[in-house]
């Protein structure tokens, strides 16, 4: 009214409080009437018959640090190796999934693996691997290391969801607390057991 020097009626000046009152109640409180229905994930080896790995990277702390890890399981669930990382001169969360994913290879071929599935919870990560990478990508080389590393093996590469993926988790932020940029677990830490017990019992977690 004091902008434009314009008179409103009662009427008018009513309506207008009250239409703009509805607007803002209204972009508050959604008419989304949608059931949202939870979202059960498990640890899933996809009844494969060969060996399983999980993969995570992390960034952790402050200052934070960059690690990554993983852990090695065969089709029965059953713990066979561990490794974990630690990052130096990085806080990038990409560079540490891609870490943990080549580091993971690396190990599956250390132990004579020859057929092989390997999951990791970064999908940013897996679809830089498995489609066509822009050539001046910061990562490229690492990238095309690990296209290498798939070809002519019958190793996979795929997308989990984190709460499916706990014990690679645990060993990512085990890699960014400590100092060793590489560390083989021959055996699970103490802390580890309960989580390999509830993948291998085909526990569920909501998701989050």
Not at 107 to 124: E, Q, R, V
Not at 164 to 177: E, P, S, V
Request: aromatic letters at 10%; glycine letters at 6%; charged letters at 15%.
């Amino acid at each position: 009214m004091c902008l434009n020097n314009e008179n409103l009626s009662l009427f008018r000046l009513c309506n207008n409080i009250t239409l703009a009152a509805s607007d803002i109640t209204s972009a508050f409180h959604s008419a989304d009437t949608t059931i949202h229905e939870d979202r059960f994930v498990k640890w899933n080896g996809r009844n494969h018959k060969g060996s399983i790995i999980n993969v995570d990277g992390s960034c952790i702390g402050t200052p934070s640090r960059a690690g990554y890890g993983g852990v090695i399981r065969n089709n029965a669930s059953l713990f066979i190796s561990g490794f974990s990382g630690f990052i130096p001169h990085s806080t990038d969360i990409l560079l540490a999934e891609l870490t943990a994913i080549y580091q993971g290879l690396n190990m599956a071929m250390d132990l004579n693996m020859n057929d092989f599935m390997c999951y990791s919870d970064s999908l940013l990560a897996v679809n830089l691997i498995m489609n066509d990478t822009p050539r001046f990508h910061i990562y490229a080389v690492l990238i095309q290391n690990i296209k290498d590393l798939l070809v002519d093996r019958n190793f996979s590469l795929h997308h989990t969801l984190r709460e499916g993926n706990q014990c690679a988790i645990y060993f990512a932020k085990l890699g960014a607390i400590s100092d060793a940029q590489f560390v083989v677990h021959q055996s699970p830490p103490t802390d580890l057991l309960p989580m390999l017990r509830a993948d291998a019992m085909g526990t569920y977690f909501v998701r989050s």
